[in-house]
């Protein structure tokens, strides 16, 4: 894990809220062969919820890329919720709750 997945463990934690790390990856695309090409496995799964969460807390940069992946995988499994946090809403939360980042 890194620091910014770290912390949101530390929140789910804090608040009870049970939660797996990366439990599963989902295929986004395949050869001809059927080898994965593409996949995305994210951040955390949230069984009450039945929720995937991403953490994008990288530069903007490659948060393109990223932003295409989930979508990807909403077109692929539209069944499967999942919300990606942004740099700025991790950043309201860790200043909300007072987390110490360093």
């Known amino acids: 894990m890194n620091r910014a997945e770290l912390e ?8 009870g ?15 001809e062969d059927g080898r994965v090409r ?3 496995r994210p951040d955390f799964y949230l069984p009450e919820q039945d929720l ?8 903007q940069s490659l948060v393109t890329r990223k ?12 069944d499967v919720r999942i919300k990606l946090f942004y740099k700025r809403d991790f950043e309201r939360l ?9």
């Open 8 to 15: 949101v463990a530390r929140l789910l934690d804090f608040y």
């Open 17 to 31: 809220i049970p939660w797996q790390y990366e439990p599963r990856s989902f295929v986004l695309e395949e050869d």
């Open 38 to 40: 593409e996949a995305a």
């Open 52 to 59: 995937y969460l991403e953490l994008t807390t990288m530069k």
């Open 67 to 78: 932003n295409r992946k989930i979508r990807k995988l909403r077109e692929r499994y539209p």
């Open 94 to 102: 860790v200043q909300k709750y007072g987390f110490d980042l360093g």
